[in-house]
């Protein structure tokens, strides 16, 4: 089946710290990924997505690259922000053409100043 | 381009006792999705349609859970009777079509307690 695993957190940096959040996942066939988050008081958003293995996703700083071999899609952004802080989750679509989501248990982020 | 909107943002309601949430897709979207999200968790989708049709309910409580889009543009989702472990935030997500490259726009959430 599919399924994803995400890094606990919660995760409080420093600002212009290095981040780093794990996401492994378990599917058949060759799905897309995707790292979405939720910022506090609004809806989840789409941050960035790989399609295919080796593709790289990366948006507003953060990059994410899908390795195959180990069934990653690890989240990082060389210097985070104040304005960072918020949930993040590691979602996988299957192969199959009906794009359901699954997603990671999300981890929160906190960027103090 | 407006997002997706849901409504209520909020509602309290006591076990078995019913409740109904609303969702209105952005514009042109034929694909819409209602996922559920209990605290500390991630979603999980209850069901998708595309246009008035249903793709995928495998994951809807049947029993309890309902979900109607008419005429393939709004849609409710309703809970009768609610249970405790219905507690989560609602969230409706729309997509142009169904494959896996089509991004999903959340909307904001209904957030049910049941006490």
């Known amino acids: 089946g599919n399924s994803v695993t995400q890094m606990e957190g919660p995760v409080t940096l420093s600002e212009e710290a290095f981040l780093t959040i794990n996401c492994t996942y378990t599917?058949?066939?060759?799905?897309?990924l995707f790292w979405y988050v939720q910022y506090p008081g609004e809806g989840l958003q789409l941050l960035l997505k790989?399609?295919?293995?080796?593709d790289k996703g990366s948006n507003k700083g953060f990059e994410a690259t899908y390795r195959k071999e180990t069934t990653s899609f690890h989240l990082e952004k060389g210097s985070v922000q104040v304005s960072d802080s918020a949930v993040y989750f590691c979602?996988?679509?299957?192969?199959?053409?009906?794009?359901?989501?699954?997603f990671g248990t999300g981890t929160r982020l906190t960027v103090i100043p | 381009e407006a997002g997706v909107a849901q409504s209520p943002r909020y509602k309290i309601i006591e076990k078995r006792q019913s409740v109904a949430f609303w969702c209105n897709p952005i514009s042109g979207h034929a694909t819409l999705y209602w996922y559920q999200q209990i605290l500390g968790q991630g979603p999980k989708l209850l069901i998708q349609f595309q246009n008035n049709g249903v793709v995928d309910d495998s994951q809807l409580p049947k029993d309890r859970f309902s979900a109607e889009r008419l005429k393939g543009v709004d849609s409710t989702l309703k809970i009768q009777p609610a249970k405790l472990e219905d507690s989560a935030v609602y969230l409706c997500a729309s997509s142009w079509g169904g494959g896996a490259r089509n991004e999903q726009f959340f909307g904001p959430g209904t957030r049910l307690t049941v006490l």
């Open positions: 979602a996988l679509s299957d192969s199959n053409g009906a794009n359901n989501l699954f």
């Open positions: 790989a399609t295919k293995a080796d």
């Open positions: 599917a058949t066939g060759y799905p897309s």
